[in-house]
């Protein structure tokens, strides 16, 4: 049964960092890109971040773009977001997502999604 979780999220203050992470459980993990999207309160869920199966390939989002830094290591069956110089606008539930398309901004290319880790960025 695949099973992607999310965990690192928090309360920070602006212009801090977080690490997230997304552990993908049930297969193969480097056979799949992964994607970081994130929703705030009110808002759709939107694009952050997607990585290829290799550190080759990398898209973001102009919000993360300089502040942030996907990376993966096929060998942990792990995903990373990394978040610095946080901003209040920051502030969602982050998820991850997987999907065999490569990287893309698309959601509907993703099949598989985490619960969520909430990231809360106080002014």
């Known amino acids: 049964q695949v099973q992607l979780a999310e965990s690192g999220g928090g309360l920070v203050q602006a212009g801090g960092s977080l690490r997230l992470s997304c552990v993908d459980s049930g297969r193969t993990f480097s056979d799949y890109a992964v994607g970081w999207f994130r929703q705030a309160p009110g808002k759709e869920r939107e694009f952050v971040a997607s990585i290829g199966w290799t550190d080759s390939s990398t898209i973001y989002a102009n919000s993360a773009k300089g502040r942030f830094t996907i990376s993966r290591d096929n060998a942990k069956n792990t995903a990373y977001l990394q978040m610095s110089n946080l901003e209040p606008e920051d502030t969602a539930v982050y998820y991850c997502?997987?999907?065999?398309?490569?990287?893309?901004?698309?959601?509907?290319?993703?099949?598989?999604w985490g619960q969520g880790t909430q990231v809360t960025v106080s002014s």
């Open positions: 997502a997987t999907g065999r398309n490569g990287a893309t901004m698309a959601r509907y290319l993703y099949d598989y």
